[in-house]
T-cell receptor
Framework: NAGVTQTPKFRVLKTGQSMTLLCAQD?????MYWYRQDPGMGLRLIHY???????AKGEVPDGYNVSRLKKQNFLLGLESAAPSQTSVYFC???????????FGQGTRLTVV | GESVGLHLPTLSVQEGDNSIINCAYS??????FIWYKQESGKGPQFIID?????DKRQGQRVTVLLNKTVKHLSLQIAATQPGDSAVYFC????????????FGKGTTLSVSS
């Protein structure tokens, strides 16, 4: 049981480039989340999904897009990367009942 | 906007002491309040939660207290061990935002032997 897997683990982008972060979970969870973590800022919610085909904006959605075409996958896209998007990104999933979310290992993204 | 936050960014204790980590929240409508632990280089891990209609819940070596009058949440760790060194976050599930899971800024707990 792999849990929540994020791909890639590290990435360096140039300003203006685009990329997609992939989150995959094998626990059949309904809810999935994307967060960014910056020093002193805690975890801030970017977007989340309550089921296949649905997405919702979180606290800091600007500059990001998401898609959940399959229940097990939640993709985070950066269309035109900016240095302000340099951060560690975490994906999480949790079942439809309960509050225990399971997190991936994180993706460290640097935009130069 | 409404948010979940923590009183102190750092807390240092001696091994064997009891630790108390505090959190102030502003969203009175949240259904659940949750504590997560994040070790260096890893994603956060669930510790314990408490529903908004409760004021105390105990787990293994941990107790969460909820004071809705002053909008305060605390995590008590008994007999703190070096392995408890981590960043601790409180989080909430705002009922008006459905299933969103919102985190506070975190407290770094350092345990010395």
């Amino acid at each position: 049981n792999a849990g929540v897997t994020q791909t890639p683990k590290f990435r360096v982008l140039k300003t203006g480039q685009s990329m997609t972060l992939l989150c995959a979970q094998d626990m059949n969870h309904e809810y999935m989340y994307w967060y960014r973590q910056d020093p002193g800022m805690g975890l801030r919610l970017i977007h989340y999904s309550v089921g296949e085909g649905t997405t919702a904006k979180g606290e800091v959605p600007d500059g990001y897009n998401v898609s959940r075409l399959k229940k097990q996958n939640f993709l985070l896209g950066l269309e035109s990367a900016a240095p302000s998007q340099t951060s560690v990104y975490f994906c999480a999933s949790r079942p439809g009942t309960g509050t225990e979310a399971f997190f991936g290992q994180g993706t460290r993204l640097t935009v130069v | 906007g409404e948010s979940v936050g923590l009183h102190l960014p750092t807390l240092s204790v001696q091994e064997g002491d009891n630790s108390i980590i505090n959190c102030a929240y502003s969203n009175s409508a949240s259904d659940y309040f949750i504590w997560y632990k994040q070790e260096s280089g890893k994603g956060p891990q669930f510790i314990i939660d408490i529903r908004s209609n409760m004021d105390k819940r105990q787990g293994q070596r941990v107790t969460v207290l909820l004071n809705k009058t002053v909008k305060h949440l605390s995590l008590q760790i008994a007999a703190t061990q070096p392995g408890d060194s981590a960043v601790y976050f409180c989080a909430e599930t705002p009922s008006q935002a459905g299933t969103a899971l919102i985190f506070g800024k975190g407290t770094t707990l350092s345990v010395s032997s």
